[in-house]
């Protein structure tokens, strides 16, 4: 197996819970990739030999960035809908429905084409793992082949089915749960490795959401939720009792929902592209961090309520309107962001640490900092992905 030294970096982001500080960042640093794994890290003096080296020239080295959260099979896109939203029209979960239509209409390979193009834009922002959902075909047919779609781009798919009631059941949501939680999760949950409901006023309640998460459990797959969005609602909790993994928005929070957060160790992600792109409040980072709470980061990457495929300008946002420091924001989008995919074991992601995947994002910066400090510059030099470089 070939062995490659990176070097002269300037500061290492390892998220190694054995080394000091938040991000277990060590200075002057090398890192060792053999195969597609990290197998060695440590102080560039004291490096093996390897078959070949790169110099980093003494720019920081990452973790490759976890989006955990991403809507990227769909058709057409809803910019009007976005210049009505900044000249005064709130954003409305009903809009999905337009992009419902777009996408029943396209074939697969223009959903397919269109996806991957979305996953290398995220690449060269730094994304080497995206979990992505589908939910924007609401029939069994184009559920299943949206899925059939994030599967060639990802291991992490999501079945979204209960994402809105579709037009042609408005009369009989019963009857969508229904089909849903049966022929629909049955085309579905082989291309899944997940379930998530949309649980919030205008889409399903906790009754709903309870039906459907119990029914794809029992199919194999594993629970998350969209829940307080909007606003306040039950879905937080919902999550929280569940033992789910994670549960995704969070914006509208009341004290017991974050105690319930804190007790069951339930990762908050949350979204902030969607706040950005809404209008909406951001969610308070700083209250769930102060309270123990475990925080992730994604980009929600939709053609609704949040266009972004950009990884480090929700970080950006992250560290200056949530409360988030430069280091918690980078902890949300590695080292969490893999936890909440369940990916945060002994041969995951999200850690520079031996056994690992070596996925690593290369700043044309010195540190981590820069991600937030230089907002909007695209800062991502290279990355490599399974040990090969793809940037
Ligand atoms: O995560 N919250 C529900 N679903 C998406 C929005 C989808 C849309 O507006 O098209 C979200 O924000
Ligand atoms: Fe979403």
């Given at each position: 197996m070939?062995?490659?030294l990176?070097?002269?970096?300037?500061?290492?982001?390892?998220?190694?819970p054995d080394?000091?500080?938040?991000?277990?960042?060590?200075?002057?640093?090398?890192?060792?990739?053999?195969?597609?794994r990290?197998?060695?890290v440590?102080?560039?003096a004291d490096a093996p030999?390897?078959?070949?080296?790169v110099?980093a020239?003494g720019?920081a080295?990452?973790p490759?960035?976890?989006?955990?959260?991403?809507?990227?099979?769909?058709?057409?896109?809803r910019?009007?809908?976005?210049a009505?939203?900044m000249?005064?029209?709130p954003y409305?979960?009903g809009g999905i429905r337009?992009?419902?239509?777009a996408t029943?209409?396209?074939?697969?390979e223009q959903?397919?084409s269109?996806?991957a193009r979305?996953?290398?834009e995220?690449?060269?922002?730094g994304?080497?793992?995206v979990e992505i959902?589908s939910g924007?075909?609401l029939?069994?047919?184009?559920e299943?082949r949206?899925?059939?779609?994030?599967?060639q781009?990802?291991?992490?798919?999501?079945?979204?089915?209960?994402?809105?009631?579709?037009?042609?059941?408005a009369?009989?949501p019963a009857g969508y749960?229904?089909?849903v939680?049966g022929?629909?999760?049955?085309a579905c949950a082989p291309?899944?490795r997940w379930?998530?409901?949309f649980?919030e006023?205008?889409?399903f309640?906790?009754?709903q959401a309870?039906?459907?998460?119990d029914a794809?459990?029992?199919?194999?797959?594993?629970?998350r939720?969209?829940?307080?969005?909007l606003g306040?609602?039950p879905?937080?909790r919902l999550a929280?009792e569940?033992?789910?993994?994670?549960?995704?928005?969070?914006?509208?929070?009341?004290?017991?929902?974050?105690?319930a957060l804190?007790?069951?160790?339930t990762?908050a992600t949350l979204l902030p592209g969607?706040?950005f792109?809404?209008?909406?409040?951001?969610?308070d980072?700083?209250?769930?961090?102060d309270?123990?709470v475990?925080?992730a980061?994604a980009?929600d990457c939709?053609?609704g309520?949040?266009?972004t495929?950009?990884?480090?300008f929700c970080?950006?946002?992250?560290?200056r309107e949530?409360g988030?420091?430069?280091?918690?924001?980078?902890h949300a989008?590695t080292?969490t962001?893999?936890?909440?995919?369940d990916l945060d074991?002994?041969?995951?992601?999200g850690r520079l640490?031996p056994g690992r995947r070596?996925d690593?994002?290369?700043?044309?910066?010195?540190?981590?900092?820069?991600l937030?400090?230089?907002?909007?510059v695209?800062l991502?030099a290279?990355?490599w992905?399974?040990?090969?470089p793809?940037v």
């Amino acid at each position: 197996m070939t062995s490659t030294l990176l070097t002269n970096i300037g500061e290492l982001v390892t998220n190694d819970p054995d080394r000091a500080g938040p991000l277990g960042a060590v200075e002057d640093a090398a890192l060792v990739v053999e195969g597609d794994r990290i197998a060695w890290v440590g102080h560039a003096a004291d490096a093996p030999a390897a078959d070949a080296a790169v110099d980093a020239g003494g720019r920081a080295v990452l973790p490759g960035f976890v989006d955990s959260h991403s809507h990227l099979v769909f058709a057409g896109d809803r910019a009007q809908e976005f210049a009505a939203r900044m000249s005064g029209t709130p954003y409305a979960a009903g809009g999905i429905r337009t992009t419902v239509a777009a996408t029943r209409a396209a074939t697969d390979e223009q959903l397919l084409s269109h996806a991957a193009r979305l996953v290398q834009e995220m690449l060269r922002q730094g994304t080497t793992t995206v979990e992505i959902k589908s939910g924007y075909g609401l029939s069994v047919r184009d559920e299943a082949r949206s899925l059939a779609v994030a599967r060639q781009l990802t291991e992490q798919t999501t079945f979204l089915g209960a994402h809105v009631v579709p037009p042609e059941y408005a009369d009989d949501p019963a009857g969508y749960v229904a089909l849903v939680t049966g022929p629909m999760l049955e085309a579905c949950a082989p291309h899944a490795r997940w379930i998530d409901v949309f649980c919030e006023t205008g889409a399903f309640d906790a009754d709903q959401a309870r039906a459907v998460l119990d029914a794809g459990e029992a199919a194999g797959l594993r629970g998350r939720l969209h829940a307080n969005q909007l606003g306040p609602g039950p879905g937080v909790r919902l999550a929280c009792e569940r033992g789910l993994l994670a549960v995704d928005h969070c914006t509208y929070l009341d004290d017991a929902d974050v105690d319930a957060l804190r007790d069951s160790g339930t990762i908050a992600t949350l979204l902030p592209g969607v706040e950005f792109s809404t209008r909406q409040p951001y969610p308070d980072a700083r209250r769930l961090l102060d309270a123990g709470v475990r925080v992730a980061l994604a980009s929600d990457c939709n053609p609704g309520s949040c266009f972004t495929s950009s990884i480090p300008f929700c970080l950006a946002m992250a560290v200056r309107e949530m409360g988030m420091t430069p280091a918690e924001a980078v902890h949300a989008v590695t080292a969490t962001a893999a936890a909440a995919l369940d990916l945060d074991g002994a041969d995951g992601v999200g850690r520079l640490v031996p056994g690992r995947r070596a996925d690593l994002v290369l700043l044309d910066a010195p540190t981590h900092v820069h991600l937030a400090y230089r907002p909007g510059v695209p800062l991502v030099a290279g990355v490599w992905q399974g040990g090969r470089p793809v940037v």
